[in-house]
């Protein structure tokens, strides 16, 4: 069974950093891109940063670039998203997602396995 498990998440200053960790079990990930979405309370999921199966591209939304940073460690099916300089409005629910493709892509629709979420509150 396939499982992907967030951790990372908690409380931040205004400006400060986190590093979110998502690590995939129940098959290998390696051919697949993995992506990070959000979602904040009473709004929709919404994309924040993708990378390709074989870390040669990153997508990021405007609203992160310049200061999240995606990664991924295939031989630890495992995937990163160190941001820095936080804002209030950062605060969300972050999950991790497993596309069905091996390309960069940023419509949830397209992603196959979710995780739970870790939450991210920023204060100011």
């Known amino acids: 069974q396939v499982q992907l498990v967030e951790s990372g998440g908690g409380l931040v200053q205004t400006g400060g950093s986190l590093r979110l960790s998502c690590a995939a079990s129940?098959?290998?990930?390696?051919?697949?891109?993995m992506g990070w979405f959000r979602q904040a309370p009473g709004k929709e999921r919404e994309f924040v940063a993708a990378?390709?199966?074989?870390?040669?591209?990153?997508w990021y939304a405007d609203s992160v670039k310049g200061r999240f940073t995606i990664s991924r460690d295939n031989a630890k099916n495992t995937v990163y998203l160190e941001m820095s300089s936080l804002k209030p409005e950062d605060a969300a629910l972050y999950y991790c997602?497993?596309?069905?493709?091996?390309?960069?892509?940023?419509?949830?629709?397209?992603?196959?396995?979710w995780g739970q979420g870790t939450q991210v509150t920023v204060s100011s």
């Open positions: 990378i390709t199966w074989d870390i040669t591209s990153t």
């Open positions: 997602a497993v596309a069905r493709v091996m390309n960069i892509v940023t419509s949830p629709a397209v992603y196959a396995y």
């Open positions: 129940g098959r290998t990930f390696s051919r697949n891109s």
